[in-house]
């Protein structure tokens, strides 16, 4: 069993809601924060037995907006969990911040107390597009709070983007990369806009020509890897660059398949076998853990094959990719129709094998949602061999298409003309 164990504190409580957000958030519910600084206390106090053998080495803060929750709170919950006497000294611990509430004195305090890497939602350095997406800071800000966190003592600082906006060009894109290049943060995290149902964006712009097409996105992405590399940020996830030795351990986390547990309306939890989340609902999750009542939403024992296929699905999101006797110690299943899929993949340019590890290419990551649902096949194919009576359910399958690479799409070409 890993010993290590990474902690999860979901801060809900925004100043507004930015027009693109699915996640559980609320805005104007100020009142709720005291009743629900509460029942976090209680909830990791209550937790500590579930900590026991285990060393926290990573802790984050996410939201919503912990910034706007406080200094004060933030410390209080960093000091209950301390008080479970299995924190690391060295333990990665990331608070996610906007610019617009970013304080120089409640930075200092944080920084003062052992927070110490700094999450940024800045999104993009053009004006127009953040207020068209709902952000409440400007470029100044962004420039300002990172300026903030270096004077408070933060050495370690993210940035978060996002290509493909509504109206966007390239060349504001690049326009951002640049601008945030400058002010050197050790990691940034490049994120494609994906428009979710039930939000503003969605009902504003889903099917709108004002967005930039796939190809244009795929164009903003591979511009993002070339450029980032050539400063120094090297890729180690789809979404994710770092100046070596300064990714993020929380993340990860995730994509290691490692235990980590959650606090907070919403926060999900991954630990012994076994996978749940919190109902999102603050008033539900106050009432629920100081009323000793149930809060669970969702609960779920994960299988081996559940396992196998996270194991595929996450470690083909990062540079390390998979491997063979990985694969076998979290599934025990041939991997051989894995490898041969992966083989196809090589040819056409979107993977490589480098000591046995098996990762995607930057054009394979963007196709890592086909190329992976591919792989899956692969193993479901493999667990047919093993297991007969699923081989008509599997058949029936409607099976992934793969696209043709750019050899292909050439010479198919070339046949035509000459015809």
Request: proline letters at 3%; glycine letters at 8%.
């Amino acid at each position: 069993m890993d010993k290590t164990l990474g902690i999860y504190i979901h801060i809900p409580f925004c100043a507004s809601k930015c027009g693109y957000c699915d996640f559980y958030s609320l805005a104007g519910c100020d009142r709720l924060m005291p009743k629900y600084q509460d029942a976090l206390v209680e909830h990791i106090r209550e937790s500590y037995p579930a900590f026991k053998s285990r060393y926290i080495d990573t802790v984050y803060f996410g939201g919503g907006t912990p910034s706007f929750y406080g200094a004060d709170r933030l410390i209080e919950l960093w000091d209950e969990l301390r008080a479970s006497g299995c924190v690391l000294k060295d333990c990665e611990v990331t608070l996610e911040a906007n610019p617009d509430s970013t304080v120089y004195r409640e930075l200092a305090k944080l920084r003062r107390e052992g927070f110490n890497r700094l999450s940024m939602g800045v999104q993009s350095a053009n004006n127009d597009l953040l207020k068209l997406i709902g952000r409440r800071h400007n470029w100044k800000q962004c420039e300002v709070a990172m300026s903030t966190a270096r004077e408070a003592g933060f050495d370690n600082v993210s940035v978060d983007l996002i290509y493909g906006l509504p109206s966007q060009t390239r060349s504001d894109w690049a326009d951002t990369l640049m601008r945030v290049i400058e002010l050197r943060p050790e990691h940034i995290s490049c994120y494609g806009l994906t428009l979710e149902p039930g939000t503003p964006m969605y009902e504003k712009y889903n099917g709108s020509q004002i967005l930039p097409g796939d190809d244009e996105q795929a164009d903003m992405y591979l511009y993002a890897v070339e450029t980032l590399e050539h400063y120094g940020y090297r890729q180690y996830e789809i979404s994710n660059f770092a100046i070596p030795g300064y990714e993020s351990r929380h993340n990860m986390r995730y994509w290691r398949l490692q235990d980590y547990i959650g606090f907070g309306a919403g926060a999900h939890s991954c630990v012994d076998g076994a996978r749940y989340s919190y109902i999102r609902d603050a008033d539900m999750y106050i009432v629920g853990v100081l009323r000793d009542l149930d809060i669970v939403d969702e609960y779920s024992a994960i299988s081996d094959v559940e396992r196998g296929s996270e194991y595929i699905m996450l470690g083909m999101r990062t540079v390390m990719g998979i491997e063979k006797d990985e694969y076998a110690q979290h599934y025990r299943a041939d991997f051989a129709p894995i490898e041969k899929a992966l083989r196809v993949f090589e040819k056409k340019g979107w993977t490589v094998c480098s000591d046995g590890r098996w990762h995607f290419t930057a054009q394979g990551f963007l196709l890592s949602n086909l190329l992976i649902g591919a792989l899956l096949e692969a193993q479901s194919g493999s667990r047919v061999k093993v297991n007969p009576w699923m081989r008509d359910a599997f058949e029936a399958e409607e099976k992934t298409t793969l696209p043709k690479s750019d050899e292909e799409v050439f010479r198919e070409r070339y046949e035509k003309r000459r015809k």
